[in-house]
């Protein structure tokens, strides 16, 4: 027995604690390599997740990376399709055009020879029959082309598309077509052009579809136009009950699916869209397994790159002892990176030295990590002189803490040139204190490029709406923000920087008068979604008022409801002034070669007016002036006096300029005015004018001056058309027809004549500014255009056409508000005085021609006083059957007057006898000066009114004493005809 003290412990429990101890250590360690395990399994299960996720991520952006490059792509062969067709249609309009106007197909070779891949192009009449202009008529056109016309384009009126044949040599063509129509609306045939499908193939060859990759063009109805890559058979083959067009046009007009096509049976991500107005539709189809080629190689890096990590974290796991050679593994793959990386990366200690530089830096400045090593204060060298200060300055902060983000500057290249870059550094500290400074360089030349082309081009947009005086605005209809350019400032004649745009201030700058109009405009165009067009006036803060033009359209959203409208505002107030400057000068022009007319209008009253106080004067020497006489004579000069206020009233408010407001009139009373003005200059030239009104008031907007403007020009056109037909053929007689009218809501006024019409070729200038057809001195030019004008800023049109006989002229002008009915306005006539014979007199017989039926009752009343027997005549041919049932002694004629003027009276007599004696009564001196000439001799007088009924008195005396006897009616009829 071993004796124990009780201080020590026996030996065997001593290695029971130990051993105890031991596995307690054991069980310790194990339940930390188990959390060590867990954490690992954890951390590699959390990291393969994420690598999971971020591979599904990659295969979805991929996809919609593809289906956004097909809908891009899809949109270029849109409008490479539109360009192309929309060229070819040109063409045929061209060719259409000039055809209908008889040109020669030679004419018309130029333009076809600049579109390209033209195969042939032809002119087919309405029987089938070609007649080619360019190229050869195709066998296999001519096979299906007759029946393939009267289908696709027999009623159309617009460009006609075509399935696809084969030419002589094996090709594939598309026929393309327009249908010609003559002026009576019945079919004259078609103009085609045969287009070649390498027109696709040549553009299609220049897109990158990768590998797999379909482009295709479809008829709307089916067919297929092309298809690249081909494949034999297809071409021509009807696509109709595909699903592209049984679900997805069905649906909408372009898209993207994803579709196993047919022929290849590739999978592929496909884009469709029609093409604008044309009956054709483009499809686009990338190759799946090309698209994914990127995304399984990554995924497969990205797969490896989780297994390497997971092993590492396995590793870690199992040995603690390699934690120290990944760790270094891991710092060479970060300096690999950082080396290889594509912004230049450095690190510089905090005394300045550099530590290291990555490779990217010899990419940026063409000097190699090596040189800039070497260098002193690096990079403070590479940087271009006029920044150095600036960046040296603030890089020198770094080590105490500072820092900075996108500081941009120039670097000067090995080679001399310049590159623009962006710098960012950041100090890198640890417990101990600063370790330097880290800093990344970004190449950023060809941002600063973009950037600096978007200033340049906004610049110079700028500086185009200063010169053009146009400014533009843009409204977000939801929230109502509202942006202008500083030109609408310039406009609206505020300041910029105090006024704010909204809606609201863009209104209440519009004149009040106006305002309504324009509210309504943009409602109108936010209800139907359309454009709108209108000229206003705005004011000025300081009262000064412009006139704009504004114009606007409204941009949908996806759901097709307004979201924005976008809007230009133009300053036409010079503009304005001009068409005001250059109507009045029409106006003067006019009344310029009105100024025969209008004196031999005046002069018609004031000789009535003359005649009737001379007679009173003579009656008042004789005792035989009543006072009923003396009445009846004072309400005629009166009268006389009254008709000529009003000429010269009409004349005054014709010939002023027009400052008016606008207001709604009727048009009808603006036509009577024009033709009262000029019918009595007419029918002195034997021009009979008809007029033609309507029952209905038809009342437009504008100024009724300016509409009478456009009457008097459109008449003065036709008299002077038909003053150059009468010169050469004299028959029919001249003749123009004034007809006014409403249909439904448009006012419609024609001017036709029986004259010379127009040159085909010469009716699209007819409206030029001072384009005339007439000879040099005879026109200014302006009067066509300045009614041009007129019509325009009623909103209405005005259109020349070849008439049966002459010329026609259509204005066409919106109505102020629906016609109604007031009775029918008959024309305007003359009246006729009716013969009258005195019962006084020795039997010497007087003929009084004269249209003005009371000037022609004064002289006759006078000459009944003195003896004479008086008969009395309207116009020639009345006076031809007077003289030649009753021939006289005297005849007192006017020259000027409708239904045959005195020059062919006298002409008429002096054919049978030429002693006649005969006293010319004219207001129109110049004529009867050239006709008085040759005949200055007893038997012809000539007086110029206002006449004295004295002087009448006097002259008709002495040609009646050298009277000679004239022939009996038989042989004056035969003489005169």
Not at 422 to 445: E, K, M, N, Y
Not at 628 to 657: N, W, Y
Request: aromatic share 6%; charged share 25%.
């Amino acid at each position: 027995m071993i004796a124990n003290d009780g201080n020590s412990v026996p030996h065997g429990m001593k290695r029971g604690m130990e051993g105890a101890r031991r596995v307690a250590e054991g069980r310790a360690f194990g339940r930390s390599r188990r959390v060590l395990f867990a954490l690992a399994v954890t951390a590699c299960a959390v990291f393969v997740g994420a690598i999971a996720w971020s591979i599904r991520q990659n295969y979805r952006q991929s996809i919609v990376a593809a289906e956004h490059e097909a809908v891009n792509l899809a949109r270029v062969l849109d409008g490479h399709a539109e360009g192309v067709f929309a060229q070819v249609d040109h063409l045929l309009r061209h060719v259409a055009r000039e055809h209908l106007s008889g040109h020669e197909a030679s004419d018309m070779t130029e333009d076809v020879l600049e579109l390209p891949r033209m195969r042939s192009l032809m002119i087919v009449d309405a029987a089938g029959r070609p007649d080619t202009i360019y190229g050869g008529f195709e066998a296999g056109f001519d096979s299906q082309g007759g029946a393939l016309l009267a289908g696709g384009g027999g009623g159309a009126e617009g460009l006609s598309i075509g399935g696809p044949f084969r030419g002589e040599g094996g090709e594939w063509m598309i026929p393309v077509w327009r249908p010609l129509f003559h002026r009576d609306g019945t079919g004259a045939g078609w103009v085609v052009a045969i287009l070649e499908t390498t027109q696709f193939a040549t553009f299609y060859k220049s897109l990158s579809l990768g590998q797999g990759g379909l482009v295709s063009v479809v008829h709307a109805d089916g067919p297929l136009l092309f298809r690249a890559p081909s494949i034999e058979g297809m071409i021509g083959q009807d696509l109709s009950g595909r699903p592209l067009f049984t679900e997805h046009l069905a649906r909408a007009p372009s898209g993207v699916f994803r579709i196993v096509t047919g022929g290849d049976g590739v999978d592929r991500i496909q884009a469709f869209r029609r093409v604008g107005g044309l009956p054709l539709v483009v499809t686009v189809g990338l190759s799946v397994d090309h698209v994914l080629a990127d995304w399984r190689r990554n995924a497969l890096y990205q797969g490896a790159f989780a297994l390497g990590m997971v092993g590492v974290v396995a590793a870690l796991a199992l040995a603690l002892a390699r934690q120290l050679r990944h760790l270094r593994d891991s710092e060479q793959g970060l300096k690999a990176i950082a080396d290889y990386t594509y912004d230049w990366e450095h690190w510089v200690a905090p005394d300045g030295r550099l530590l290291w530089v990555s490779p990217a830096v010899r990419r940026l400045t063409g000097y190699l990590p090596a040189e800039c090593m070497a260098m002193e204060d690096f990079p403070l060298p590479l940087i271009h002189p006029d920044e150095r200060a600036t960046v040296g300055a603030q890089w020198r902060e770094a080590p105490q803490g500072g820092s900075a983000r996108d500081l941009e500057f120039r670097l000067l290249r090995k080679d001399g040139g310049i590159v623009w870059a962006s710098v960012s550094w950041q100090p890198i500290r640890d417990g101990a204190g600063p370790l330097g400074v880290r800093s990344s360089v970004r190449d950023i030349t060809k941002r600063r490029l973009i950037e600096d082309a978007l200033l340049e081009s906004r610049a110079r947009l700028t500086r185009a709406q200063q010169i053009a005086k146009l400014g533009s605005w843009e409204l977000d209809i939801d929230s109502g923000r509202l942006w202008w350019s500083d030109e609408v400032h310039h406009i609206f004649g505020v300041d910029q920087q105090v006024v704010e745009p909204t809606y609201q201030t863009l209104l209440d700058h519009v004149h009040e008068d106006d305002r309504l109009a324009v509210i309504q405009a943009m409602d109108a165009a936010l209800n139907e979604g359309r454009p709108f067009s209108i000229d206003h006036r705005v004011k000025r803060p300081r009262g000064e008022e412009r006139h704009v033009h504004e114009q606007a359209e409204v941009i949908l959203d996806a759901d097709g409801r307004p979201s924005r409208m976008i809007g230009t505002l133009q300053d036409i107030t010079e503009r304005k002034h001009m068409q005001s400057q250059l109507v009045q000068s029409a106006k003067l022009a006019t009344l310029g070669e009105m100024a025969a007319g209008m004196a031999h209008e005046l002069s018609q009253p004031l000789n009535i007016m003359r005649m009737a106080a001379d007679g009173m004067l003579l009656m008042l020497e004789r005792g035989k002036a009543s006072a009923e006489r003396q009445k009846g004579q004072f309400e005629l000069i009166a009268e006389q006096a009254r008709r000529m206020g009003e000429i010269i009233d009409h004349i005054r408010i014709f010939s002023r300029a027009d400052s008016g407001p606008v207001e709604v009139f009727d048009a009808l009373g603006a036509v009577n005015m024009a033709v009262s003005l000029l019918r009595p200059q007419l029918q002195a030239e034997g021009i009979h004018i008809e007029l033609d009104p309507s029952s209905q008031r038809c009342l437009v907007r504008g100024r009724p001056v300016q509409l009478e403007q456009v009457m008097v020009n459109l008449l003065t056109n036709a008299k002077d058309a038909l003053r150059e037909r009468l010169a050469r053929r004299p028959h029919p007689p001249g003749l123009i027809r004034v007809g006014a009218g409403c249909a439904g809501e448009t006012v419609f006024i024609t001017v036709a004549d029986n004259g010379t019409g127009i040159p085909a070729n010469l009716i699209d200038r007819l409206f030029e500014p001072f384009f005339t057809t007439k000879e040099v001195g005879s026109g200014t030019g302006l009067g066509l255009s300045v009614s041009f004008g007129i019509v325009a800023s009623m909103d209405g049109q005005i259109e020349a056409r070849n008439g049966r006989e002459g010329a026609v002229f259509e204005v066409a002008l919106p109505g102020a508000r629906p016609c109604r009915p007031t009775g029918r306005a008959g024309p305007l006539h003359i009246p006729t005085p009716p013969p009258a014979v005195s019962d006084s007199g020795d039997g010497r017989h007087v003929l009084v021609v004269d249209d003005e039926g009371q000037a022609a009752v004064a002289m006759a009343d006078y000459l009944n006083g003195l003896g004479y027997r008086t008969t009395m005549a309207r116009d020639g041919m009345s006076a031809l059957e007077c003289f030649t049932a009753d021939p006289a002694d005297v005849v007192v004629t006017d020259l000027r007057m409708p239904g045959g003027d005195g020059h062919a009276l006298i002409e008429a007599i002096r054919n049978r006898n030429p002693r006649q004696p005969i006293l010319v009564v004219t207001g129109h001196l110049g004529v009867t000066d050239q006709d008085a000439a040759p005949r200055a001799d007893q038997h012809l007088l000539v007086m110029r009114k206002p006449i004295s009924l004295k002087t009448l008195g006097d002259n008709v005396d002495t040609l009646s004493r050298a009277a000679v006897p004239t022939p009996s009616c038989p042989d004056l009829i035969r003489a005169s005809t």
